[in-house]
């Protein structure tokens, strides 16, 4: 296997070291497993060499981008050989008049926007990763970001895709157009599918032009429900802001004990943004967003009065992951997705799970589409505790498949939720997606062992 792997991507992009591979066992998630090798390829047809290879050889391959999988999705569960695309990183072409641009899935979301904004436009889906997260990630993961609930996710922008296709095939589906109805739509298969059915090496993405104008406010709740009600309240006011972000209690209280940033006494902090391209427009839907958040009660609103003002009232929410990441040794973050209107219903729903376990629940998210992340914080020695946050996301998940809403929005199943897809997902849709992986990936080699595909 050495020797044939260093034939295709050379001595120096090939790696079987401890210390190498190491890194390679982790991704953003509480999963851990070795790989048996890593490389890094510089080009599709090396791509299309080393799974070619691990085809015939049925050894597992693991498609990797920047390693930022909250769901485990990129630990090499089997072992096998990590693909690290980080290494195709051109952006191939940037075509403003067909509002399209054409990149290696090595390239990382930040990048791709750095290089948009000079022509004064944007790839909009800003997961929060973006600063080092690929594309090919991004589309492997159908991520999606603070500004989903207007913009949508990175399913809204995939035109067309280059994989290659476990077998070792290369396969370029979709169109540089911005529609097509021609054949089925396979791009969209592999939007999502978690490096499961093929390497992803090239995408052709849709382009926006960048909204010039923005206008934030912040509103603090003495109660859960009021927040949860602005905030679907809003979502059906006739106009759509691009954020609408919710914290709650345990969020806010952790923020102000463990940072700088003052903070009211507050069971839930609503963040809340509108775009366009000319101030009356966006002040008009501001105006709009105001008068729903007055009438549900809240404790206080205050709104940017310029750019600085603006920054400091996001501190809060941005600085949300990365604080409450450390007031404990271990956490699980999530991301259940509920239909907008059953928002309050699930964030009352998590602090009663949290009360019953007594296991600390913090949540946060995209409340605008439904999207929130509870993030279960827990000491890891302890055994007793462990259990109890098993029970706790399971029944956090429960709630939400309830609710109609789904296992994950963002993040994807991974192995974190690979246990719980039969919950959502009933046993004639599930053969069909062991169906449609065995089709495509006979030996399951590529990426093995996740989202419950194996059976
Ligand atoms: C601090 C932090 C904040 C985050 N915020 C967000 C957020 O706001 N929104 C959001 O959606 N996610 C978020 N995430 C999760 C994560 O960043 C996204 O899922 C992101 O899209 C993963 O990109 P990546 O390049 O790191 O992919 P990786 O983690 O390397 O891989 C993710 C999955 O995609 C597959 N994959 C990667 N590249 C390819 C390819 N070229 N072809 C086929 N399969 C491939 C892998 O096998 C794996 O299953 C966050 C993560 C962290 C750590």
């Given at each position: 296997m050495i020797k044939k792997l260093i034939e295709i991507v050379g001595q120096d992009n090939f790696t079987d070291q401890l210390e190498e591979l190491v890194p390679y066992?982790?991704?953003?998630?509480i999963n851990v497993h070795r790989p048996d090798a890593a490389v890094w390829p510089e080009t599709t047809d090396q791509v299309v060499s080393i799974v070619k290879f691990a085809n015939e050889y049925k050894i597992p391959v693991i498609p990797r981008g920047a390693?930022?999988?909250?769901?485990?999705?990129?630990?090499?569960i089997k072992g096998g050989i990590i693909i690290d695309?980080?290494?195709?990183?051109?952006?191939?072409e940037v075509s403003i008049e067909n509002r399209y641009a054409r990149v290696e899935a090595g390239v990382v979301c930040d990048d791709l926007n750095r290089e948009l904004a000079k022509h004064g436009f944007i790839f909009p889906?800003?997961?929060?990763?973006?600063?080092?997260?690929t594309i090919g990630g991004n589309v492997a993961t159908n991520a999606g970001g603070i500004k989903g609930a207007k913009y949508g996710t990175t399913r809204d922008y995939v035109l067309g895709l280059q994989v290659v296709l476990p077998t070792g095939k290369l396969m370029r589906t979709g169109a540089?157009?911005?529609k097509s109805v021609s054949?089925?739509?396979?791009?969209k298969l592999f939007i999502g599918a978690e490096g499961t059915l093929g390497v992803i090496t090239e995408v052709t993405l849709k382009i926006n032009p960048i909204p010039r104008h923005a206008m934030t406010a912040v509103a603090t709740y003495a109660k859960l429900e009021d927040a949860g009600n602005a905030i679907f309240q809003t979502m059906t006011s006739g106009i759509i802001p691009s954020v609408m972000e919710i914290m709650d209690k345990v969020t806010i209280q952790a923020i102000k004990e463990n940072t700088d940033i003052a903070l009211p006494d507050a069971e839930a902090m609503i963040l809340t943004e509108t775009d366009g391209f000319t101030w009356p427009e966006v002040e008009a839907q501001m105006d709009v967003v105001l008068s729903v958040l007055k009438k549900n009660r809240p404790i206080e609103i205050k709104t940017a009065k310029d750019e600085k003002d603006r920054l400091n009232l996001w501190k809060a929410r941005k600085s949300a992951y990365a604080t409450l990441a450390r007031v404990s040794n271990s956490f699980v973050l999530d991301d259940v997705t509920v239909p907008i209107s059953r928002i309050p219903e699930l964030l009352v729903g998590i602090q009663e799970i949290s009360k019953k376990y007594n296991i600390v629940v913090a949540t946060f998210g995209h409340?605008?589409?439904g999207n929130l992340h509870p993030q279960i914080l827990y000491d890891e020695y302890d055994p007793d505790m462990v259990q109890r946050v098993e029970k706790v996301e399971e029944e956090i998940f429960r709630l939400a498949i309830g609710l109609n809403?789904?296992?994950?929005?963002?993040?994807?199943?991974?192995?974190?939720k690979a246990a719980y897809m039969s919950l959502e997902h009933d046993p004639v849709e599930m053969a069909l997606m062991r169906q449609i992986k065995k089709t495509l990936d006979p030996y399951n080699i590529m990426n093995p062992g996740k989202r419950a595909l194996d059976g």
């Open positions: 066992s982790y991704d953003a998630s390693g930022t999988s909250l769901s485990g999705g990129v630990v090499p695309l980080s290494k195709m990183n051109k952006i191939l889906p800003d997961p929060a990763s973006s600063s080092v997260a540089y157009t911005m054949g089925y739509d396979l791009a409340a605008g589409d809403g789904t296992l994950s929005g963002e993040h994807g199943i991974g192995l974190s």
